[in-house]
Each structure stands twice: as structure tokens, then as C-alpha cells.
């Protein structure tokens, strides 16, 4: 059975930093880009970062400098860790194997002003 779990979300002073986890099962892991995505009230899916199969990554803009994911091929898990967080980061964030289109059930991730 495929699955995304996500973990870590919360609520958040500004500021702050939360690190949030997701483990997969019944994928290749190794094989898959895996990535962070957010949706917040009323607004789309966005992309937050994605690393590739080869250690490639890419950053919104908006979380650039203050956002790192990375992953253990190992132990199936992909981690992003985000600092000075802002209020208008607060969204539902989502594991994704995106080119497998494969989805978590999300995480709350809020921030009080």
C-alpha cells in the first residue's frame, strides 16, 4: 500500500521554526523525486521544495534561505526544516512524490503574528 505520512506540523510564534517529516512506504523511494507542497485557505497548491532521485533541489522564492528539505534514502523519509517562519506561511502542507503524483494527507503548519 502506497502512503505519505506527513508529521511535524503545529502552531508557531513568528520567528520560529518547525521541522516537518514524512515517511513513505510502498514506493521507490530511491527512484522518486520527493517534495513539500502547501495550500493555504483559499489559495492553490504550491510548490515549497522538491529534491530529486539525485540531490537536486528547488526552493519557492518565497522560502528560499529560510526552508531546507533533504531526505534518507535509508529510512524512506524526506524532512523540511523551516526557519523564521511569517504568518502568511501558514498552510497545509503536503509529501509528494510529484512525477509518481502521490500525495500525504497534509499537516497543519500555523503561524500567529
Known amino acids: 500500500q502506497v502512503q505519505l505520512v506527513e508529521s511535524g506540523g503545529g502552531l508557531v510564534q513568528a520567528g520560529g521554526s518547525l521541522n516537518l517529516s514524512c515517511v513513505a512506504s510502498g514506493i521507490d523511494f530511491r527512484s522518486n523525486a520527493m517534495g513539500w507542497y502547501r495550500q493555504a485557505p483559499g489559495k492553490q497548491r504550491e510548490l515549497v521544495a522538491v529534491?530529486?532521485?539525485?540531490?537536486?533541489?528547488k526552493y519557492a522564492e518565497s522560502v528560499e534561505g529560510r526552508c531546507t528539505i533533504s531526505r534518507d534514502n535509508a529510512e524512506n523519509m524526506v524532512y523540511l526544516e523551516m526557519n523564521s517562519l511569517k504568518p502568511e506561511d501558514t498552510a497545509v502542507y503536503y509529501c509528494s512524490a510529484p512525477y509518481s503524483d502521490l500525495w500525504g494527507q497534509g499537516t497543519q503548519v500555523t503561524v500567529s503574528s
Open positions: 529534491m530529486t532521485n539525485g540531490g537536486s533541489t
